[in-house]
Nanobody
Framework: QAQLVESGGGLVQAGGSLRLSCAAS????????MGWYRQAPGKQRELVAT???????NYVDSVKGRFTISRGNAKNTVYLQMNSLKPEDTAVYYC??????????????WGQGTQVTVSS
């Protein structure tokens, strides 16, 4: 069984920066893509950014040029550097790991979520 643990959320003023981190723990043979999603109050969860094991990235249009997703050398960690934050970026941010190979299963995993609040 694997687990995703997120950190790095918080309160920041508009124009500021935050860096989110997500680490996968457990006996893991490999992870395909990892990504970040967010859910604002009253809205559906949306994709923010993803990165494949090979480093190919994808971003939602609203964060292009402001957010950068990256993976650690061990490929079991993912980061989201968020710059030029806007109040509309306020949401709970969730880490996702796609196709996680463990001794018992191949599954997708979600983190518990971390709150990002951007004040105007």
């Amino acid at each position: 069984q694997a687990q995703l643990v997120e950190s790095g959320g918080g309160l920041v003023q508009a124009g500021g920066s935050l860096r989110l981190s997500c680490a996968a723990s457990g006996i893991i043979f490999g992870i395909n893509a990892m990504g970040w999603y967010r859910q604002a109050p009253g809205k559906q969860r949306e994709l923010v950014a993803t990165i494949t094991r090979g480093g190919v990235t994808n971003y939602v249009d609203s964060v292009k040029g402001r957010f950068t997703i990256s993976r650690g050398n061990a490929k079991n960690t993912v980061y989201l550097q968020m710059n030029s934050l806007k109040p509309e970026d306020t949401a709970v941010y969730y880490c996702n790991a796609d196709t996680v190979h463990t001794p018992l299963s191949i599954s997708d995993y979600w983190g518990q979520g971390t709150q990002v609040t951007v004040s105007s």
